[in-house]
């Protein structure tokens, strides 16, 4: 019995070291078609071989997301969203607007689990130009999180 109560303290001791990850992709989203409601898509599913295997378990914790996008120049009035799905859901929990070709730090999903099969996508929408279109460059992000 204690040697079980003993084992048990060293594990529960070892989980509580929080350490810093992250993981870095990058993806050209597809040409864009116009005449086909004119959206693409780069998305970025996190999967168990993204964690250290050692950590593939532990809880994890989202810290933020750096982000870059690209744009469509040969088309005209593009919008971007960057898009957050919780593990293992299949529809976007959350969408916030960011500008065509542009970086920044995304802080508002932290609130919401992160783990494998979480995904993060930019959604690409244009109304106008050539029809069909294709990116510049490509989508790229890096999850920050503990574990």
Request: proline share 5%; charged share 20%; glycine share 6%.
């Amino acid at each position: 019995m204690k040697k079980t109560i003993v084992i048990t303290l060293a594990l529960l001791s070892a989980n509580s070291f929080a350490a810093d990850n992250y993981i870095s992709k990058s993806a050209a989203p597809s040409r864009i078609v116009v005449a086909k409601a004119g959206i693409a898509l780069s998305q970025f599913a996190m999967m168990s071989f993204d964690f250290p295997s050692d950590h593939r378990f532990a809880p994890k914790k989202l810290k933020g997301i750096s982000w870059r996008t690209t744009y469509y120049p040969e088309n005209m009035n593009e919008t971007v969203q960057i898009c957050y799905t919780k593990p293992g859901r299949a529809n976007y929990d959350d969408c916030k607007d960011i500008s065509p070709n542009s970086s920044g730090v995304m802080n508002e999903f932290n609130n919401y689990s992160f783990d494998k099969y979480a995904r993060i996508t930019f959604r690409h929408e244009v109304r106008g130009g050539r029809d069909q279109g294709a990116p510049a460059g490509e989508d790229s992000i890096v999850v920050h999180y503990s574990y």
